[in-house]
């Protein structure tokens, strides 16, 4: 059976703590095996190479967020196809004050997903097994819209600013996980809503190998 062993220090420094608490850090880990066991038959992560390190890289570049995320109290998240869970169920293992939305389309993913959270025991999250297109056109009420929106690699640049639009409060933070030959200049071209780019960065630094770009943009107030 695989074994994931993440770095306690190298997770403090990315969610900008001394230390990880140890309860948090055995629930990552074992996030990471069922990732690494399930992968042999639905496909979350790349199998190319070695599994278990391009897992540890993932939960890497989810928790990097986190320090980078307003101190409003608790967040309300909506991650849009999340696939093995990355970056949302990082997130809630260190974050269990906030809430969080998961949609995925493909049944397999989305059960285990279900079943992550509940091996996890992760009360603080929702899976909703449906299409993004499909989920968003119910109407959102102004008292269930969400602080967060997060988004890896599963729309274009026009699409992400649609649904940012569509499901985030006023002041809400739009995150998405670019690679590096993403093209700026579609960015540019692309109609943003308003929306202001706050933040970019990678952690190419801390986790060699990792050039995924995080980039953070904030809805008008």
């Known amino acids: 059976m695989f074994h994931v062993k ?12 001394e230390a990880v608490d140890v309860t948090a850090l055995s629930a ?3 996030y990471c095996d069922l990732i690494a066991e399930a992968n042999r038959k639905i496909n979350l992560v790349s199998r190319a190479g070695d599994v278990a390190t391009e897992i540890a890289r993932q939960f890497a570049l989810s928790v990097a967020v986190i320090p980078k995320l307003p101190d409003t109290g608790p967040l ?11 970056p949302a169920i990082p997130i809630a ?19 285990f997903l279900e079943r992550a959270s509940e091996r996890l025991g992760l009360v603080n999250l929702r899976v909703i097994n449906q299409r993004a297109e499909e989920f968003l056109r119910k109407p959102i009420s102004d008292t269930s819209r969400y602080n967060i929106l997060s988004l890896k690699a599963v729309a274009g640049w026009k699409e992400a600013f649609a649904w940012a639009n569509s499901a ?15 093209d700026p200049g579609e960015l540019q071209a692309v109609p943003k809503q308003s929306f202001e780019l706050i933040e970019t960065f990678c952690i190419t630094g801390l986790v060699p190998g990792v050039t995924t770009r995080i980039m953070m943009f904030r809805k008008p107030a």
């Open 6 to 17: 993440l770095s306690a220090d190298l997770i403090a420094k990315l969610i900008g703590e």
């Open 168 to 182: 985030l409060a006023p002041g809400g933070t739009l995150i998405t996980f670019k690679p590096p030959e993403s």
């Open 93 to 111: 293992i260190f974050r269990p004050r906030d809430s969080f939305d998961l949609i995925e389309s493909v049944a397999k993913k989305a059960f």
């Open 76 to 86: 309300h998240w909506l991650d849009i196809g999340s696939g093995g869970g990355f």
């Open 28 to 30: 990552a880990e074992q």
